[in-house]
């Protein structure tokens, strides 16, 4: 496609229950990120592939949250255990990589955790 | 760690005007990258303008353009001739050069731009 695509839109899911959302990057586009946004704040850096393999999962909020690129293009985050905190905008943007590059970011899949 | 801090929670001009929207930083990196993206209601953050720490030259997109003073460690996003469509929330960004080998953004927290008809 054109863009990054991010599915679902908009998630609802009870606390305790397992989401899972998708990132379809840019195709041909190397690194890709996932950012968290709360509500009225500005996104913060989840996690980082560059292809495959994740070279920095340093902002993962805890170890209920796992992210996996297996063949270097799509992503999945998947968050176990949802508590309410976890409600946010997930952001995922792709880049071609290096120094000049910019991040394209997809629309964001809304998770709201009752 | 980098931190980015944007003390202009919501700004608001005429239709037409100028507006400039604030953005301080603070790093201990001297290569480095700045960046202004914008994000609409629809909440895809779109790319405005970037700035590369070693160029000394402001960036310019058309009607857009930025006072990047890097001893004072800001970095300024002008709107010309303000249009209905350039309301939205507003993030400056920092990124550290690709040689520390992460090219994570460092957000600040957003300036929310209303544009008056």
């Known amino acids: 496609g054109a863009g990054v695509s991010q599915s679902p839109r908009y998630k609802v899911a009870k606390r305790g229950q397992d989401v899972a959302l998708r990132c379809d990057p840019i195709s041909g586009h190397v690194s890709l990120f996932w950012y968290q946004q709360a509500l009225g704040q500005g996104p913060e850096f989840l996690t980082y592939f560059q292809n495959e393999a994740q070279l920095d999962k340093s902002g993962l909020p805890s170890d209920r949250f796992f992210a996996e690129r297996p063949e270097g293009s799509v992503s999945t985050l998947k968050i176990q255990r949802t508590q309410q905190e976890d409600s946010a905008v997930y952001l995922c943007?792709?880049?071609?990589?290096?120094?000049?590059?910019?991040?394209?970011f997809g629309d964001g899949t809304r998770l709201s955790i009752l | 760690a980098q931190t980015v801090t944007q003390s202009q929670p919501e700004m608001s001009v005429q239709e037409a005007e100028t507006v400039t929207l604030s953005c301080t930083y603070d790093t201990s990196e001297s290569d480095y990258y700045l960046f202004w993206y914008k994000q609409p209601p629809s909440r895809q953050m779109i790319l405005v303008i970037r700035?590369?720490?070693?160029?000394?030259q402001n960036a310019t997109e058309n009607r857009f353009s930025v006072n990047f003073q890097k001893a004072a460690k800001s970095f300024s996003l002008k709107i010309s001739d303000s249009q209905l469509g350039d309301a939205a929330m507003y993030f400056c960004?920092?990124?550290?050069?690709?040689?520390?080998?992460?090219?994570?953004?460092?957000f600040g927290t957003g300036t929310r731009l209303t544009i008056i008809p």
């Open positions: 960004a920092y990124r550290s050069s690709p040689l520390f080998g992460n090219e994570k953004l460092t």
């Open positions: 943007a792709s880049s071609l990589g290096g120094s000049r590059q910019p991040q394209h």
């Open positions: 700035q590369e720490a070693y160029k000394q």
